[in-house]
């Protein structure tokens, strides 16, 4: 069964730095699209970072420059360095394999699109 679990997340002060880990089974992370969302209680889930099979990396605008999205073939994980972090980053961070295809593409960035989600982990950032 395929499952995907976070973890790395926690609180920090604004400016500060963290590293976010998940574990995939039942997915090889190197022959998928992956990327991480995250969730602020009220709101939808957005799109973070996605990592192609070819490890070409997309961005949302408001995390390029200080987030980063890699991925561990060996150990079947993906990563997402976090640095300068804002408050506005506090939410629930997801992991997620787009089953329908290994280059993330536009459809990547629909919620709608993954079927499996972790239980998150949360990372919040104080001012």
């Known amino acids: 069964q395929a499952q995907l679990v976070e973890s790395g997340g926690g609180s920090v002060q604004a400016g500060g730095s963290l590293r976010l880990s998940c574990a995939a089974s039942?997915?090889?992370?190197?022959?998928?699209?992956m990327g991480w969302y995250r969730q602020v209680p009220g709101k939808e889930r957005e799109g973070v970072a996605l990592?192609?099979?070819?490890?070409?990396?997309n961005y949302a605008d408001f995390v390029k420059g200080r987030f980063t999205i890699s991925r561990d073939d060996a150990q079947n994980t993906l990563s997402l360095e976090m640095n300068s972090l804002k408050p506005e980053d506090t939410a629930m961070y997801y992991c997620v394999a787009d089953p329908r295809t290994n280059i993330c593409d536009s459809a990547s960035w629909r919620v709608g699109v993954y079927g499996v989600w972790g239980q998150g982990t949360q990372v919040t950032v104080s001012s």
């Open positions: 990592i192609s099979s070819d490890r070409t990396t």
């Open positions: 039942g997915y090889s992370v190197r022959i998928y699209c």
